[in-house]
């Protein structure tokens, strides 16, 4: 079968491009992935899985029962949703869609996944556990993938393994990039509103000033990260928008930060959403002021488990060779696979996309961004090899 394997994944090569491209041409954004979904299903179908749609409103699901399960079904992800980007011009397969582009691969890791799902529908009587294939909506900040597992996509399957690939334009093709542990960050968002009493300028002892109360707060937050977050962890607190006051000569009645904290470890993130709170409340408080605080809590830390990670690095050897598989450094960027990684073992890796020699370079979320598509059959083998598993 192994032997096997390389050319049964060449024969989608061809499929996986054209694929891509038509996904490519029709970009939707996150929960709105309607005419996506319905390719992707069809697709499904015509392979003869049984298929659900419409979960967590535009999400796909396909289930390729095993000939004899022996083991709990493995889930293998993909995210459909694009980006609110202008694509640049000069591509024959250009979105068709004005402000809308897959700017971030997510046509390319359905394409992967499908292909995987047609490899792995010819070689059925090799599994020995049923596979989940589950195409997601709203990655880029909607948290699709919390919404399908509280759809039920891991409970009701009974998945013991979830594994996702993300395309990354920043690694050359040919490359396979995977860590253990903390992979991305947690991303939380934070407002505070700091209320004192508005007065005259050249007064300020008549009133009760918030802006003071703010600067001194801004300065204290970042002694969270030198005094109370251990030094060999890596976290961040940045202000990144302050509001307050309309002249020179008026003391306004309050002050708005907008803030932002990055974190890779659980505890850290706690730690990071307590302290800000506290210094911001008691910095208000020392100046006579109070703070309104919001917190709003985006994607959790992508957490790789060791495991699952050394079988990952162990198919990924088999199809780019062992000198092509690499550990990245952790990335300070978010990703909602992270909530698959909550539930179950599993891990996240990152397929090499970009190549310099043909111009492919453009970051993620750039209207340039590009892939190699000789990626997409590096992903596809990965996936079916993680399936089967062995
Ligand atoms: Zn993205
Ligand atoms: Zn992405």
Redesign the pocket.
Known sequence: MADDLKRRVEDVRGSLVSWRRELHKKPELGFEEHETAALVAGRLRELKLVVETGVAKTGVVGVLQAAQAARPPVLLRADMDA?PIDEAPGRPYRSEVPGRMHA?GHDGHMAMLLGAAEVLTGAREHLDRDVVFCFQPG??GFGGADAMIKAGVLSKHGVGEVYGLHLWSLFPVGTVQIRPGPAMAAQDEFVATVIGKAGHGAMPHEAVDPVLAAAQAIVALQSIVARSVDPVQPAVVSVGAVRAGTAANVIPESATMHGTLRSFDPGIRELLRRRVREVLEGTASAAGCRCEFTLYPGYPAVINEAASVERVRRHATAVVGASNVVEPAPMAAAEDFAYFLNERPGAFAFIGAGNVSRGITAP??SPSFDIDESALPIGTELLVRIALGE
Do not use: D, G
């Open positions: 980006l971030c990655e880029e993620h979320h």
